[in-house]
């Protein structure tokens, strides 16, 4: 039986992403292939499934009383998406293939099983509440920091594809393109890019707080991909990058200028102090949800305190780089306390203002930054 090549890219990426590797990633690995039309459906399944995975698998458990092999689940994930969410697809073909990718991952064996929970849930015609698409514990965490109306709003925000945004800077819009309240940001509803960058607002919105003035010395101390770096450098500056892993610093060349691979837990290695620093520390990445939604089924709660331990040493050692009455801003794409007020708190610089930017309450990706002096 002949498969869509849709459905067998999405069915790769999301085993690849069952695996250990981004969503992002393993989806352009596995469509390079596919048309526009193909890739369109692939990356529409494989986002929704993880966006919605907590949901699709309560469905689950409600028809499959048994343990389940990551092939069948993934298989099961896709097709109660389509059943459930995407109208423009017949039940018949999302439970067809659904069926057969299980045959061809050498399951054959569980195919008939695949096949009566898909008829069985379409016969009951099976739901789920959107409530249960994020993890309980961490929407539990947004309750509590934020209340239980903008914790809702955040969550739904999450189900949602994202905005796309580009950096235009002081170039003119593309075709498409509208201004935001970001300077240099704009929202691109259609169409192409025009030779500007993808970069969200919540991103773009970061950069600004340095008040960057020509000549200045900056570094950014965890640079890649390099976005923050280069929206930074449309200002005539003295500047360096910082980034840990080495393949990740490689991609930071094209920026022309230096590249200096650090651990930067540890004391930064320059004689020198930086009018201007930028940290975009390693984060959980809670406010990105939409974006890369397999982080909520990986983090856990112990993770935080991790990163959190991280955090403080990496923007410790920056503000010793930091000119006396100079300026440093601290930012992550999380949400939670113990990577943003608290990391703040426990340097002990000067905090001359804070931001931040919650899903659903501003577009795109939540952002927290605070502008510190010391």
Not at 2 to 27: C, H, M, N, P, Y
Not at 46 to 64: E, N, P
Not at 281 to 310: F, M
Not at 339 to 351: H, L
Request: hydrophobic share 45%; with cysteine.
């Amino acid at each position: 039986m002949k498969i869509t090549l849709a459905r067998q890219a999405a069915f790769g990426a999301l085993l690849a992403v069952d695996r250990g590797a981004w969503s992002a990633e393993a989806l352009a690995a596995k469509s390079i292939h596919l048309d526009a039309r193909d890739a369109g459906l692939a990356s529409d399944i494989v986002f929704g499934t993880l966006r919605r995975q907590g949901q699709l698998d309560s469905v689950i458990a409600k028809f499959a009383k048994r343990k389940l092999d990551a092939e069948v689940r993934i298989a099961l994930r896709m097709a109660l998406y389509q059943l459930l969410f995407l109208d423009r697809v017949p039940d018949h073909a999302a439970v067809n293939d659904a069926v057969e990718l299980v045959r061809r991952a050498g399951k054959t064996s569980a195919a008939s099983f695949v096949n009566a929970v898909l008829r069985n849930a379409v016969r009951e015609k099976a739901s789920a509440p959107d409530e249960t698409a994020t993890p309980p514990w961490l929407l539990s965490r947004w309750v509590a920091q934020f209340g239980r109306e903008m914790a809702a709003g955040i969550a739904r925000a999450s189900l949602l594809p994202p905005e796309r945004f580009i950096r235009v800077g002081a170039g003119s819009l593309p075709p498409g393109a509208e201004a935001t309240e970001v300077p240099g940001c704009c929202r691109l509803r259609e169409g192409d890019p025009g030779g500007c960058r993808f970069q969200d607002i919540g991103s773009q919105a970061v950069v600004p707080l340095l008040e960057l003035a020509e000549g200045q010395s900056f570094l950014d101390v965890c640079a890649a991909p390099g976005n923050k770096t280069a929206q930074a450098l449309e200002t005539p500056l003295c500047a360096i990058a910082g980034e840990l892993h080495l393949s990740r610093a490689r991609g930071l060349k094209s920026l022309g200028i230096p590249v200096v691979v650090l651990d930067a837990t540890k004391p930064l290695p320059f004689a020198r102090q930086f009018d201007r620093i930028l940290v975009d520390a390693p984060c959980s990445g809670t406010g990105t949800l939409a974006r890369n939604p397999e982080i909520q089924h990986r983090l856990k709660p112990e993770d935080l305190t991790d990163l959190a331990g991280r955090q403080k040493g990496i923007l410790r050692n920056a503000l010793e780089a930091l000119r006396p009455g100079g300026r440093l801003v601290y930012s992550t794409c999380s949400l939670e306390r113990e990577e943003n007020e608290e990391v703040v708190a426990a340097s002990g610089a000067t905090v001359l203002r804070t931001m931040q930017r919650i899903p659903g309450r501003e577009a795109g990706d939540g952002f927290f930054a605070a502008v510190l002096t010391r």
